[in-house]
């Protein structure tokens, strides 16, 4: 897989990398060994970038990947977490003296003296304009606790925010063939800066996955059950936000419109990675065979008319409803 500059980290990333937000069983159950599995899988199909987040079941996918890690020394490999989701989601929470927990526990979490990346966990939106925290950032930089730091967000007007900051190195944000509303600014704003652009939710919490129907369930524990309507984060997270049944019958107009051959999911994050100022997607796994093909996503043919059809299927079904929310 070839690879691709992280922003102002310097570092090499593939473009498809690996959401590991279900190792914490916010998707349902993942046992160590299926975790495991997926992180073997991915990396053999040539992913380099795994993100992750303190608050993904506590710690566990930090811990899952640290302990992969420590036994695959060799793996050239970068790490991306995420830290502010732990506490109440108040401003006065994000200060040096908790950054410094927040990262210790991480360091511990992911057994790295340095991490590679830090990213702000979707905080209050007066945080991407407070000068301390990007100083208290700074300061962990400079006494080797992290090697870069950027920012998680919800809205392109925090991401607009943060990449204007000279110390941010990326912006996560939803991007995919339901979310384009970062197409407008945020892209073309992170390629002049040199800010990286990670994309997550690339398959719209699954509905790009082709499988599902209207009458599709998801367990208890699962977030596209208890936070539809944003009942527990928000609600942006889950399906980008779209309603359940719109999703559903746009993304299988959007599986009529591919060739023979190509599956939905490939083609969702083929289209990601292809965006002008995307760094990479990083959908998440929940076995060695979702692993491996949404890797393979990043070798696929141009699917002619692709872009045309993403852009019709979102003026149709979602434009209206999602695209002046975040």
Not at 34 to 46: C, F, L
Not at 49 to 68: H, P
Not at 88 to 117: C, H, I, K, M
Not at 127 to 133: I, K, P, S, Y
């Amino acid at each position: 897989m070839q690879s691709r500059t992280l922003g102002r980290t310097g570092r090499a990333v593939s473009p498809v990398g690996l959401g590991t937000w279900q190792f914490g069983g916010d998707w349902g159950p993942v046992s160590e060994q299926d975790a495991n599995a997926v992180m073997d899988a991915s990396v053999e199909a040539g992913v380099s970038l795994f993100d992750t987040a303190d608050v993904y079941g506590d710690g566990r996918s930090e811990q899952l990947i640290g302990a992969w890690r420590a036994s695959n020394p060799e793996v050239p490999l970068t790490i991306a977490t995420k830290m502010g989701r732990r506490a109440e989601q108040e401003p006065a929470n994000y200060v040096a003296a908790n950054f410094r927990g927040w990262v210790d526990r991480s360091r511990r979490n992911l057994r790295q003296d340095t991490l590679d990346l830090v990213q702000l966990h979707c905080p209050p939106t007066p945080v991407f304009e407070d000068d301390a925290v990007y100083d208290a950032l700074d300061a962990l930089v400079a006494d080797g606790s992290i090697a870069a730091y950027g920012v998680s967000v919800e809205t392109a007007d925090q991401a607009l925010t943060a990449i204007a900051r000279p110390g941010v190195a990326s912006v996560q944000i939803i991007l995919n063939a339901f979310r384009l509303k970062p197409l407008d600014r945020v892209l073309p704003a992170a390629r002049e800066a040199g800010v990286a652009v990670l994309a997550r939710v690339p398959l719209a919490s699954g509905l790009l996955s082709g499988k599902y129907t209207p009458d599709t369930t998801f367990p208890e524990q699962d977030h596209r059950n208890y936070n539809r309507h944003g009942e527990a984060f928000d609600q942006g997270e889950t399906f980008s936000g779209v309603d359940f049944e719109d999703g559903v019958r746009a993304a299988q107009a959007f599986a009529a419109s591919l060739p023979e051959g190509v599956s939905v999911p490939q083609a969702a994050i083929a289209w990601v990675i292809a965006q002008d100022g995307v760094t990479a997607a990083i959908p998440g796994a929940r076995n060695p065979e979702q692993a491996r093909s949404n890797a393979e996503a990043a070798s696929l043919p141009e699917v002619d008319g692709l872009d045309t059809t993403v852009h019709e299927l979102y003026d149709e079904w979602f434009r209206a409803t999602v695209h002046d929310r975040w």
